[in-house]
């Protein structure tokens, strides 16, 4: 065996700001040996002053004052070698040094203390990096330069990016996106003198986040930055410990850092299911609404989406370029309703189209996530990779065509069985019932529903979570449980789920089957009755049997009203009374004393599966509940009538009577035929099944009124105001006379030789409503707008008596006017016509 060191010729690299540890190998050394630093232009063994203080730490001073450093066995290597180990502290400054190893058995003293006894060369050691720790920022997708700053850079030197809280050098810490990077320039520094600048580009920084800058700096006959014994593909594997040195941190901007399925470490998981699928994304720029799609397949291996691939992958693919017709089909495509106020994580759910036949196709789905607010360059897709987050399909609920029954007013069960692998928990799933053959989602919870509650909207969040989750069976369905549901009105109803909300809304309700509710249809008819006298009291509704029954009580008191020893207890569910106030209260609101009717039926007098009639005697007058009772209740407890089928109105029977007519409106006309309105009111009412009061128009009539011949106008004289008109000029025409009507009469300009009222052609005209006109003056036209002639020359003024104007006859045979007697009862035209 041949003591000594192996491998006097190796290089070692140690980087500046960093802890620095010689792995030396050979046979036989020992404890007491040691290693000294020399400047690499001095020989081992020569005596020259060490340069041991550049590191400042775990070394040791010898008797000569000299720094040396000890090293301790860690093991042995693959070839039998010793491997020691010699740490020598936080390197101080940069620079190339010469290793000199000592033998303690050869030293002069039995020691390693004097500088001649360090006369093996054990290799050269490179101190490298920079002393400066940078940040840079880019934006997600594009390329990012990063400038390091340091005493000598190589070519082959590389730069890697590991996570923010992983330190550099730390096994498999640098991020899976990036391979190392060699600098594309190093020039001096313009900025500090005697450094080099090196510039690293990354051609696309994928991952919004902030990273660690390592490096590693390359020396020849040192461990290299890249084991170059492993394959070079697309991405080669890379040793991570090689990149200890920390140079700075990259913080790339984009909306998104991540995006997971919803799981069950915090939470109940919320898997994908054939209607819906969701995930989480990790948000790092507040204020962003973000948009998640999903596909059947992952996108071709080396295709980075970007956002417009994502955004259109819905459209037809005619509409699309030949870089987004890459890209996946999606099945479902979903956005946050509203800008998310907070960093973190946050759901995003997709609503999918996937039609049932191609389920068994879709193992599994691909999402990809973006934001529209804050990506510039459209290449803030997450993940970014050609694969996207695989999400596992579910087979989600199996209740499809589920079938439940109940009885009206009474609480039933509704059980909604899901897939085996499908286990969601109780958080999530809400239902919710319709009116029969609504669609779910543009329908509310059918109004007087007890055990469920939902907003206003088709789309609100429903109340309660179910109250219980069980597996049926080892591998087998799961069921969710929600009980104490009451439906107030018999019929089909559609019964919705869903399990995917934002806040208070639901992103889809899916129709998982219907519910029958056997009993009454709830009537707000009211019936009547006299006392003392049979009458009949129809029932409609659905599986009516022979063994339902009726109960009559007071319209103060509800159906389930239980009478004991003259009072009344409110059942345990009741909070409120409706009694009426001149019961007497023996204990608040719990007792009270009462003398009421409580009637109560036989078997009905008719009965089919749809239709009941039931005979009734009542003796007292009043207002009455209708009360119901079905189903397997046995009817025998005032608690057993749950549903109330109506209003019954027992009094005496009583016709309608009415006032005579009074005038509400005088006639509108003083003479020549006017109208005018009359009025009368229901003075009793009928009640106890009497003739009813007729409608409203049976009410008001309208009659004739002033039918005498009004007395013809006189015209005495007419002026233009002004005197001298103009043409193209508005002025006025006044008349004077008597009988005159200012809302009725008009006057007309025709040609100069034309008869008035021989023509239909004139020249413009006006109304003499004017403020100031009266039945003895007319002002007629406002000398603004009217009265305007457009040429010059001279015209008739033609006036037309409304009371006096022309009509036609009795027989038809000619025109007369309507202000002679033979025109008595005959109503005028008016001024309407020229």
Known sequence: ???????????????????????????????????????????????????????????????????????????????????????????????????????????????????????????????????????????????????????????????????????????????PWMRPILPSSIVPDVIIEQLSAATFTITDVREPGTYQICYCARVLGATPCVDPTLPDG?????????????????????????????????????????????VEVNIFLVGVRVTCAATREAAHTGYMPRRSDVQNCTWDVLELNDRQKLFPRCVGIGTTPNQIPSLGWHQVHIPLNIPPEELADIPELHVWCFSSEMCGNDRC?????????????????????????????TAFPIRVQLAGDYGIGTMWPRIKVVKSGGICQNEVLVKGAVGLSCPGTPSGKCEPEPRAFKQLGYGAAQELLWDGIQLPNAGSYEVCYCDRHYEEACLVWVNIGTVKVLGPFVQTARFAGNPGVNFELPVNGIGLERTDRLRIVPQAYFCNVNFVLGTWSPPADSSTSNASSSNESTSGAETRRLNPVDWRSGAPAFSNRTYELFEVVIEEEDTYNICWCGGERVCSQPEDFIAQVGMLQVERKRDCSLTEWWVVMECNRKCGGGEMTLRRSVSVWPTGGGKECPGEQALVRTDQCNMEACPLARVDHIWTEPEDIHAEEPFRVHIEGLNLEPTEDRMLLVAQGVACGSSQVHFGGAACTQEGSYGEHLICGDGTRSIRVKSEGQYKICFCDASASMIESWDGTHNISSGEFSAAGLESMGCSNA
């Open 1 to 175: 065996t041949v003591s000594g060191l192996s491998g006097s010729e190796m290089n070692y690299v140690c980087y500046i700001r960093g802890e620095c540890t010689l792995v030396l190998q050979g046979n036989g050394l020992r404890q007491e040996d040691a290693v000294m630093i020399i400047p690499l232009t001095d020989a081992c063994g020569s005596g020259h002053t060490p340069v041991g203080s550049i590191f400042e730490g775990v070394g040791y001073l010898n008797s000569r004052n000299d720094p040396t450093f000890i090293g301790s066995r860690i093991g042995t290597s693959d070839d039998g070698l010793e491997t020691w180990s010699f740490p020598l502290g936080v390197a101080k400054q940069v620079g190339r040094y010469r290793l000199c190893y000592c033998n303690y058995q050869r030293a002069k003293s039995g020691m390693c203390d004097r500088r001649s006894d360090f006369d093996q060369t054990a290799g050269q050691i490179y101190v490298r990096g920079s002393s400066f720790t940078v940040d840079t920022r880019c934006n997600q997708g594009d390329a990012c330069e990063i400038l390091v700053r340091a005493h000598s850079f190589d070519t082959g030197d590389r730069l890697l990016l590991f996570e923010k809280d992983v330190d550099c050098g730390a096994e498999d810490g640098n991020v």
């Open 234 to 278: 697309d991405w080669p594997p890379t040793d991570a410990t090689r990149y200890p040195h920390e140079v700075g941190k990259l913080i790339v901007i984009g909306p998104i850092l991540d995006v997971r399925e919803v799981n069950a470490q915090t939470q109940d998981a919320l898997l994908a299911a054939p209607w819906a699928a969701t």
């Open 381 to 409: 897709v997450m993940p970014a990779s050609s694969e996207g987050k695989v999400i596992k399909l579910r087979g989600g609920v199996e209740t499809l065509e589920g079938r439940w029954s109940g009885t009206v007013s």
